[in-house]
């Protein structure tokens, strides 16, 4: 019995090695394309995420989305930015859902050495696609999630809306040898789809991709801990000039 014990280890850690090879190489590949498509004089800023994701079912068919989102940066030193989120969304079925929302977003800077903050409201149409698909022998399933999401866009002091589509996929890769934990990793791409006089520019907005690790402490409650790099353009000179290494902890309440 032992034996098989032993066996079954060494398979799992064989099949959990190429695994965890794959994504360091795309983590490298990622952050070398972003140092590549950066300017001499890219900015880079050390932030911590800490979002509060609330998902409550209403009916059998719709649901109730809570979002507090708080982003700290200049060296994790002040709150940069803060963005609530409320939502309603509609059950296709298992895996499809689609979903309508709210977003109120501050972003925090100091003018003449006074705080201010620059205020935006947002609504957004948003398709989301979540599965389970059977991965390796050793390993149940990987668990598949795919947003996107078309956003309209009220900034202070821009006259005009601004659209933006952007769309995430995501994959949970359940670890057996270490119960209620999962490999995480996600890449979310945001499109400017117009451009606004003194406002976002058309084009490539920013690009976030994440690694990490998911903890299901119980069914109602988990927590995800990682790295994302945030590459932002901000129409300076070149298409990436803002790099952003952001300790995120995302908290997870279903109820």
Known sequence: MEKNDSCHEQGW???????????????????????????ENVQQDFRLWAPVFLTVPLSTSY??????????????????????RTAVGYKLDDRWSVWQGYAWNTVYYKANDQPDFTGEQRIYQQLSYKDKF???????FVKILSRSRLEERW????????????TMLRAD???PM???????????????????????????????FFIGFNREFMKQ???????????????????????????????????
Not at 25 to 35: D, I, M, Q, R, T
Not at 63 to 84: H, T
């Open 63 to 84: 649901i109730g989305y809570a979002e507090v989102n708080p982003r700290f940066g200049d060296d994790v030193s002040q709150l940069d930015q803060l963005i609530l």
């Open 155 to 166: 900034i202070q002091h821009v006259s005009d809306t601004a659209f933006r589509a952007r």
């Open 221 to 255: 409650f988990n927590v995800d801990l990682g790295y994302q790099m945030q590459i932002i353009n901000t129409r300076r000179d070149e298409m990436v000039n803002q790099i952003n290494n952001c300790i995120m902890i995302n908290f997870f309440i279903n109820l």
């Open 134 to 140: 059977s991965f390796l022998e050793s390993f149940p």
């Open 173 to 175: 890769l359940p670890l």
């Open 178 to 208: 270490l119960p209620g934990w999962s490999f995480v990793t996600f890449d979310e791409i945001f499109v400017n789809l117009n451009g606004v006089s003194g406002g976002p520019e058309g084009g490539f907005d920013q690009n976030r």
């Open 13 to 39: 850690r064989s099949r959990l090695k190429p695994v965890l090879i794959g994504a360091a190489v795309w983590s490298l590949v990622a952050g070398v394309g972003s140092e590549v498509l950066a300017s």
